[in-house]
């Protein structure tokens, strides 16, 4: 009983300070989760722009799917529209787990999703170096016009080959992977819901 009352005397001081620390962060998170999110939608419209030039995102559709920790997640599906009115392909955000931490996606397909556009990076905290050549053209190019199919990551390869096998980044093969992983559990399962609310076609590509 004494050494519990030394304790709460001599550290009464760091207890109230740790409170209210954390109570600090939680306000200015809270207060500047808004202008956060606003900048995030900023970004996206720009990586959406950026994959699928002359067109314009426009919300289209919200589907549920399974994510990869087993939830249930609403992904918001946005439509790629030029000023003329066309459909040129859709754009959503996809997110996983990385070697550092979580890694968010914009992905862009073609109007019926039978090929990937390409990908870009929304938010990463991967390795620099490393990790965060994700975000390099060597990597990336290897998705422009890959298959709406079972993504494979292999460790060698031809990376200017455009097929279903992604070769991983050297020393990076877990943020490699992670990108491959997100890919092959959004795209499935969005595109066969986009199908079942007619919002593409059912046929297959001749």
């Not at 001081?13 to 939680?26: E, K, W, Y």
């Not at 939830?71 to 959503?92: D, H, L, P, Q, R």
């Not at 931490?101 to 914009?106: A, F, S, Y």
């Not at 609310?197 to 059912?202: H, M, P, R």
């Amino acid at each position: 009983m004494f050494k519990i009352k030394y304790f709460i005397q001599q550290s009464w001081l760091l207890i109230v300070s740790s409170f209210l620390f954390g109570l600090l962060i939680a306000a200015t998170n809270y207060a500047l989760s808004e202008r956060i999110e606003g900048n995030k939608t900023e970004k996206f419209n720009l990586l959406t722009g950026a994959l699928l030039p002359g067109a314009k995102p426009e919300l289209a559709t919200t589907v549920e799917i399974d994510s990869i920790g087993g939830k249930k997640e609403k992904v918001n599906i946005y439509k790629a529209v030029t000023k003329m009115g066309e459909c040129v392909g859709w754009s959503f955000k996809a997110a996983g787990s990385g070697f550092q931490d979580k890694i968010e996606l914009v992905i862009a397909v073609n109007k019926n999703i039978e090929k990937i556009v390409g990908f870009n990076v929304l938010a990463s905290n991967e390795t620099p170096g490393f990790g965060d050549q994700i975000k390099d053209n060597f990597y990336q190019n290897q998705f422009k016009s890959a298959p709406v199919d079972v993504l494979k990551l292999v460790k060698t390869g031809d990376p200017k080959k455009i097929d279903s096998e992604i070769v991983a980044i050297t020393g990076a093969t877990v943020s490699s992977e992670a990108v491959v992983k997100i890919i092959n559990d959004y795209l499935p399962q969005i595109k066969k819901q986009m199908q079942e609310k007619g919002l593409i076609s059912n046929d297959k590509p001749k």
